[in-house]
Nanobody, 124 residues
Framework: QVQLVESGGGLVQAGGSLRLSCAASGRTFSSYAMGWFRQAPGKEREFVATISRLGSTTYYADSVKGRFTISRDNAKNTVYLQMNSLKPEDTAVYYC?????????????????WGQGTQVTVSS
């Protein structure tokens, strides 16, 4: 069992930045590929970014490529999402998730554990 707790969400103006953190319980954090997803009001949850178990590979949704950066610190059992040049359309609840896999994963069904989410609101 892995517990994930997100933090770092909030209200920011368009063009601003936020860094989300996701702290994981347990001693096997480095065994999991990690991902960030988001869900805007009235929309389905969508993939944002993923990082492989050792951090050597990352992959992003086209909508955030060049603006968001996913990273991880296995010593701290934490994955991060640095979000720059934020847009109002980035407003959503952001979730982190982990998958018992070595390589990156982009589909919801491939993830085993989920956090409760953190709200990000970007004002225009």
């Amino acid at each position: 069992q892995v517990q994930l707790v997100e933090s770092g969400g909030g209200l920011v103006q368009a063009g601003g930045s936020l860094r989300l953190s996701c702290a994981a319980s347990g001693r096997t954090f480095s065994s999991y590929a990690m991902g960030w997803f988001r869900q805007a009001p009235g929309k389905e949850r969508e993939f944002v970014a993923t990082i492989s178990r050792l951090g050597s590979t990352t992959y992003y949704a086209d909508s955030v490529k060049g603006r968001f950066t996913i990273s991880r610190d296995n010593a701290k059992n934490t994955v991060y999402l640095q979000m720059n040049s934020l847009k109002p359309e980035d407003t959503a609840v952001y979730y982190c998730a982990c998958a018992a896999a070595f390589l990156i994963r982009t589909r919801e069904g491939e993830y085993d554990y989920w956090g409760q989410g953190t709200q990000v609101t970007v004002s225009s």
